[in-house]
Nanobody, 128 residues
Framework: QVHLVESGGGLLQAGGSVKLSCADS??????????MGWFRQAPGKDPEFVSA????????YYADSVAGRFTTSRDNAKNTLYLQMNSLKPDDTAVYYC???????????????????WGQGTQVTVSS
């Protein structure tokens, strides 16, 4: 089982920074074998696949909309995934979800449908 809990969201100003965390409290050592991802959904918009990181942190993926501003990382010893968000824009306003892909990596980046486990989300609001 996987139990993902995001934290770190809030109300922020444009140009600012925030670091989201996603802790897995249930999968134990299995967390270190999962590909992890971040998604976001703004009101009235389709979900967006924001970033991904493989189990060893050797591969990462970023959507064009966040590349160069966001950085994903993980600490397998703490079963925790991170998303460092810099140079925030009002368009970054969304609920951010972390997700786990337990499957063997056959392609990179992973498909959104590869992610089986999801957190409940954390709200990030960026004011101009």
């Amino acid at each position: 089982q996987v139990h993902l809990v995001e934290s770190g969201g809030g109300l922020l100003q444009a140009g600012g920074s925030v670091k989201l965390s996603c802790a897995d409290s249930a999968s134990g050592r299995a967390f270190s074998t999962y590909t992890m991802g971040w998604f976001r959904q703004a009101p009235g918009k389709d979900p967006e696949f924001v970033s991904a990181i493989d189990w060893s942190s050797s591969k990462t993926y970023y959507a064009d909309s966040v590349a160069g501003r966001f950085t994903t990382s993980r600490d397998n010893a703490k079963n925790t995934l991170y998303l460092q968000m810099n140079s925030l824009k009002p368009d970054d306003t969304a609920v951010y979800y972390c997700a786990a892909d337990p499957h063997q990596i056959l392609h990179w980046p992973p498909f959104s449908d590869d992610f089986d486990y999801w957190g409940q989300g954390t709200q990030v609001t960026v004011s101009s």
